[in-house]
């Protein structure tokens, strides 16, 4: 019996050693200008003995319309680079010029933290990266992570040992671990999760919406380890109002954010078949939906062209991992056709229009008025707008294309179009309003109607007219 209870104390003595030896002690003091990250620990996670960010260095890669707006938030609290390889926008941004407009000049200079470089040796000492560059798709509706890639190579030879990666950009579930952190492995001889660390807190910006801003949004938040996940949803919580949520890990992370724009896009997708059938029907969809939208849960979107670098590109993303692991999936690719055939849809229906008025579409004078994804907004990425455009061009029409907020040397080089600065009054057979901008609106049917001749076609995309105002519309 002495010996049985001689054992169990040495037992449960070891047990006592080996809870303490296991032991992290975790400490975060949030402060407003700084977070402080304190670990003492023996034997668990030694990795961890590196990080002791005492006053986060942080260098954002990729200034576009999501890389900016999280720059200048972080350079309000902390040390932060804006990091981009186009040296002309690091020059404008450095003139308080953001040629997005997601910022104003005071915005840009109000950030007393915040710096802009376009060379590696500018961000060596930072020791949090948080990557926002693009992710398109190819040709094929594949995904291109090409930029992806790059960025995570570049990084390879900046990062130092207890540094954090934190990627932003829209991609399939896995492609953070799968894809860019062996790149950064390979280029740099670190080790993930000893040597350097990663989370994922996708992008949620809307371009060009001026209420639902970056700071009053919730930010998915994830990392590589427990401990990584809360200091990164902490650091994320200094310049967040709405607050975080912390997903339980990287993969979860990253297929929240691409369900996000693939649930938006079945939505669409649905409203677009119906105004279709409604058309068939002589039914206005508008009317419809507006009654439809007298309950509760209706949801009120609205047809239209759904183009841009996240709604239209993100369920790609996701049906390519689902084809890659065996599964082929329907719904999805089919919302997906239904939206991308919504141009042809429209110009098959102003074709129509023009025909049944005795308006030749060969050598037909039409004017596009926007070519931008959404209004109010420069951005041309991804535009659908062009399937309109392309499509006319086969008929042989000539086509005018007017848009106060898209820039004209960016249409030219990446669509090959050139803009009217102002359309020709009493010059167009047709005019298609593909976008609603607010100047589109303000100038009413009398504004519009200037432009045209006696016999003409106007088609509203947007519901930009009232119903009564025009020939046809979705």
Same mark, same amino acid.
């Given at each position: 019996m002495l010996l049985q209870n001689i054992l169990i104390g040495y037992y449960n003595r070891y047990l006592i050693e080996q809870l303490m030896f296991f032991t992290l002690r975790y400490c975060i003091v949030l402060e407003r200008k700084s977070v402080q990250i304190q670990c003492t620990q023996t034997g668990f996670y030694p990795e961890m003995d590196n990080i002791m960010l005492h006053q986060p260095k942080i260098t954002v890669i990729g200034l576009g319309y999501v890389g900016l707006p999280l720059a200048v938030e972080f350079g309000k609290h902390f040390p932060t680079v804006g990091f981009d390889i186009d040296q002309r926008r690091i020059a404008e941004l450095r003139a308080g010029i953001d040629n997005t407009q997601e910022l104003t000049t005071d915005e840009l200079q109000a =950030? =007393?933290?915040?710096?802009f470089a376009c060379?590696?040796?500018?961000?060596?000492?930072?020791n949090i990266y948080i990557v926002t560059v693009p992710t398109p798709i190819d040709c094929h509706n594949r995904p291109d992570l090409t930029p992806l890639q790059k960025a995570s190579t570049f990084l390879a030879s900046v990062i130092n040992s207890g540094d954090i990666v934190i990627y932003e950009s829209t991609v399939y579930p896995g492609a953070t671990e799968e894809v860019c952190i062996p790149l950064i492995e390979q280029h740099s001889g670190l080790t993930y999760n000893k040597d350097f660390f990663a989370g994922y807190s996708p992008e949620r910006i809307n371009p060009?919406?001026?209420?639902?801003?970056? $700071?009053?949004?919730?930010? #998915?938040?994830?990392?590589? =380890?427990?401990? +990584?996940?809360?200091?990164i949803d902490q650091l994320y919580g200094q310049i967040i109002t709405a607050g975080t949520h912390k997903a339980s890990s990287i993969r979860v992370a990253e297929a929240a954010k691409v369900i996000e724009n693939t649930q938006r896009d079945l939505n669409i997708a649905l409203i677009?078949? *119906? !105004? +279709?059938?409604? $058309?068939? *029907?002589?039914i206005d969809t508008l009317e419809v939906?507006? !009654?439809?939208?007298?309950?509760? $849960?209706? *949801?009120?979107?609205?047809?239209?062209? #759904?183009?841009?670098?996240?709604i239209s590109v993100d369920p790609y993303y996701l049906t390519h991992k689902a084809q890659e692991i065996g599964y082929h999936p329907e719904v999805i690719l089919a919302g997906r056709r239904i939206n991308d055939n919504m141009g042809t849809y429209v110009t098959e229906s102003v074709i129509k229009l023009l025909t049944q008025k005795r308006i030749h579409v060969v050598d037909a004078n039409i004017l596009i008025m926007g070519l931008t994804f959404k209004e109010n907004c420069p951005d041309l990425r991804n535009t659908r707008v062009v399937d309109i455009i392309d499509e006319l061009i086969t008929y042989h029409a000539n086509i005018d294309i007017f848009d106060p907020w898209a820039d004209s040397d960016e249409a030219s080089s990446t669509y090959g179009y050139k803009l009217v600065e102002t359309p020709e009054a009493g010059k167009y057979d047709a005019a298609i309003l593909t976008v609603s901008h607010d100047q589109f609106r303000q100038m009413g049917v009398a504004g519009i109607r200037r432009l045209m001749k006696p016999d003409h076609v106007i088609y509203d995309v947007k519901y930009v007219l009232p119903k009564e105002e025009v020939d046809g519309r979705l």
């Open positions: =950030t =007393t933290q915040l710096s060379e590696s040796e500018q961000i060596k000492d930072s060009g919406d001026k209420t639902h801003r970056i $700071n009053n949004i919730v930010k #998915v938040t994830s990392g590589s =380890t427990p401990e +990584i996940a809360d200091f677009n078949e *119906l !105004a +279709i059938i409604f $058309n068939r *029907l002589g939906l507006e !009654a439809a939208g007298s309950k509760w $849960n209706f *949801l009120p979107f609205r047809p239209g062209l #759904v183009g841009g670098h996240c």
